[in-house]
């Protein structure tokens, strides 16, 4: 069967129609998920929302490909971006290799990384050898160690002038789309009407071309910390533990099983 999107249609979409993007980390929140997104992204915040750690920063490759394999199976239809963690595209040998790895080893459509003009030759050169690349700008939670926290962007003409650049540059080195993460709204309108690929916003307001959440943030699964962009579409964490509860009190009661559960 075909794939629902493809790098061309994704391209096309610009203008016409907003792309829903959400991260997916395992099958069966990929197939659940898939039925009305338009992108999975297999993001390496599942680093945190996973696997409990405080940032990114330590997602290996062989996480990411175990769990683009999961979403695959998940989501045979849905196109599916898996992002290349920390360290993994330091020089661009090094992220073809990386990314040749990933291709090889998942059914992934696309890489994802993290960078603007700094990184435009290393998007150049998987992309000329056969890797789609979504790029990924404004701010990077790759980067919260070297900047001392996740700071919004494009709050000076300066960053907003580097932003603009970034995505120019992203668009020039072949990218099909690109991810803009926490930057001032009227920026990120800017940066998205500036380049002819489509611009998915993630805490960057409402006037680009297409929006991407954490699954779990917006299923309000995850109770820790809610950023301003997350909206909660579920209160997800009150009904799992809700759940949980009705079940440890019925076992506790010897109400579950009950005849009809019973062989
Ligand atoms: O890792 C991730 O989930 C991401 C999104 C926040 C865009 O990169």
């Given at each position: 069967m075909s794939k629902k999107l493809t790098i061309s249609s994704i391209k096309k979409s610009k203008g016409v129609k907003p792309l829903v993007m959400i991260t997916a980390y395992d099958a069966l929140f990929a197939s659940l998920l898939s039925e009305s997104a338009d992108i999975l992204l297999v993001g390496d915040s599942l680093n945190m929302s996973f696997a409990g750690k405080k940032d990114t920063i330590s997602a290996t490759l062989q996480q990411m490909i175990y769990h683009t394999n999961a979403v695959c199976a998940g989501a045979p239809e849905s196109f599916i971006v898996c992002d290349m963690?920390?360290?993994?595209?330091v020089t661009k040998e090094s992220a073809l290799e990386n990314a040749i790895e990933v291709f090889q080893n998942t059914s992934a459509d696309s890489v994802k990384i993290e960078g603007g003009a700094d990184k435009a030759h290393i998007v150049k050169y998987l992309t000329d050898n056969g890797i789609a690349v979504c790029g990924h700008i404004g701010l990077l939670p790759q980067s919260v160690r070297s900047e001392g926290g996740y700071k919004?962007?494009?709050?000076t003409e300066t960053e907003a002038k580097e932003l603009l650049a970034d995505a120019k540059a992203i668009e020039e080195a072949g990218a099909f789309c690109m991810v803009i993460e926490g930057t001032k709204a009227d920026v990120a309108?800017?940066?998205a009407q500036s380049v002819s690929i489509p611009v998915i916003?993630?805490?960057a307001g409402a006037d680009v071309d297409g929006q991407v959440l954490v699954f779990s943030d917006m299923l309000g699964l995850f109770e820790a910390f809610t950023p301003?962009?997350?909206k909660k579409y579920l209160d997800g964490a009150s009904l799992v533990k809700e759940a949980v509860a009705q079940y440890a009190h019925e076992v506790t009661n010897k109400k579950f099983?009950?005849?009809e559960h019973t062989y």
């Open positions: 963690p920390f360290g993994t595209y919004v962007k494009g709050r309108k800017e940066v916003g993630i805490g301003k962009f997350v099983p009950a005849e």
